[in-house]
């Protein structure tokens, strides 16, 4: 078990009366009370949550004199809807307006059980959450006091003493005890008192399993998001490493990619001068090479380059032949291609499209109806 600190709300009659208020109080660590009063002292004795850090789980007691319990039996429904029903029979045996009434009912752990039941009023409710917000306090829970006390044997009624009241808690109900009504309700059953020790397991056992919250239906507290502080630094710091990765990755690569172009560059002007040609630059030394290479007619502006890759794709399409074919100086071989079909040529100019060549065709019919087409390619790809 957490640590959980019990506080007792005021009775609301001493609240309107605006009486001074010494509510009773006890703090439980692993399952053991390890303090407890009826004074102002539960001020300093509650350790409240600091900011990033958990603190006491605090839950609030509803004294019995404003919230009587009664526990109704429906033995053939459903958990749920036992729950349901026992909401609504009791609104209806209820005296007064319906609307002023705050019913809570808890759920029972397996079908057949009773189901608690809690009348109090919506006014109740305003007065201790107005308190409770006065001095600060945000309770996890409300639980009624009465639920604390354990249902007594057969034909008996029980008797304690809980945060200053005394409750009597009989199989089906359980409300402030009264020396002139207490016999009556009995008829006859013993009101016997309650051993402490097993009151104290009970109290400690509800606050593990609470029967029953208050804070339901219209007073349930509204789910508030905090954002902690340091996760949030934690996400500042990660998104600032995400961005400057995000840059330096492209930063390195292009310093990178310049210092292997300018290493390759100068290795192109190295080999130039080797060749006799002078340049500034790569760019420079390549132009030059080209113009030699042209004026020579090798290199790849050479008959044989685009000649060769004429031939390779004629060889994938028997049925294309070669008509004519001749060579410029800038690269450029024409020819004159003859086919039974069009699609047999264009499967010559796909091939050499797909080597990476630039090919121009004007489509013509032969005398001899074979199907021809004036082709251009450039030697350079």
């Not at 074919?325 to 047999?344: I, Q, W």
């Not at 091939?351 to 087409?373: F, N």
């Amino acid at each position: 078990m957490s640590r959980i600190f019990v506080l007792w709300l005021p009775p609301v009659a001493a609240l309107a009366d605006g009486e001074a208020v010494r509510p009773a109080w006890l703090r439980v660590d692993n399952g053991v009370i390890v303090d407890s009063g009826q004074d102002d002292g539960w001020a300093d004795a509650w350790e409240r949550p600091a900011e990033g850090e958990a603190g006491d789980r605090l839950i609030a007691l509803a004294p019995a004199a404003d919230v009587p319990l009664r526990w109704r039996h429906y033995p053939d429904a459903a958990q749920a809807q036992a729950a349901a029903i026992a909401r609504v029979d009791t609104l209806r045996d209820s005296l007064g307006d319906a609307s002023a009434l705050h019913v809570v009912t808890g759920r029972p752990a397996e079908a057949g059980q009773a189901v608690p039941v809690a009348v109090t009023t919506h006014a109740a409710m305003t007065a201790w959450t107005d308190w409770l917000t006065a001095n600060d306090l945000a309770p996890a829970a409300i639980l009624p006091a009465a639920a604390l006390v354990p249902p007594p044997e057969p034909e008996t009624l029980w008797t304690a003493e809980v945060g200053g009241e005394q409750i009597v808690r009989g199989a089906d109900r359980a409300w402030l005890s009264d020396p002139e009504l207490d016999p009556l309700i009995a008829d006859g059953r013993t009101i016997a008192p309650l051993d402490p020790d097993r009151m104290r397991e009970a109290l400690l056992l509800s606050l593990l399993t609470p029967p029953l919250d208050l804070l339901s239906g219209g007073w349930k507290p509204k789910r508030s998001w905090s954002v902690d502080p340091a996760m949030l630094r934690l996400a500042k710091r990660l998104f600032v490493a995400l961005v400057a990765v995000s840059i330096a990755v492209p930063l390195v690569y292009a310093v990178r990619l310049i210092s292997d172009t300018g290493r390759a560059d100068e290795a192109t002007v190295a080999m130039a001068k080797k060749a006799g040609v002078t340049a500034s630059d790569a760019e420079a030394a390549e132009a030059d090479l080209d113009r030699r290479l042209a004026a020579a007619g090798g290199g790849p502006l050479a008959f044989s380059v685009p000649a060769s890759a004429l031939y390779d794709a004629m060889n994938d399409a028997p049925g294309v032949s070669l008509k004519s074919l001749s060579h410029r100086t800038d690269g450029t071989l024409t020819t004159t291609l003859a086919a039974p079909r069009v699609e047999d040529i264009n499967q010559v100019l796909l091939a050499l499209q797909a080597r990476g060549y630039r090919v121009t065709a004007q489509p013509s019919a032969g005398a001899d109806g074979q199907q021809m087409a004036n082709i251009t390619i450039r030697a350079v790809p």
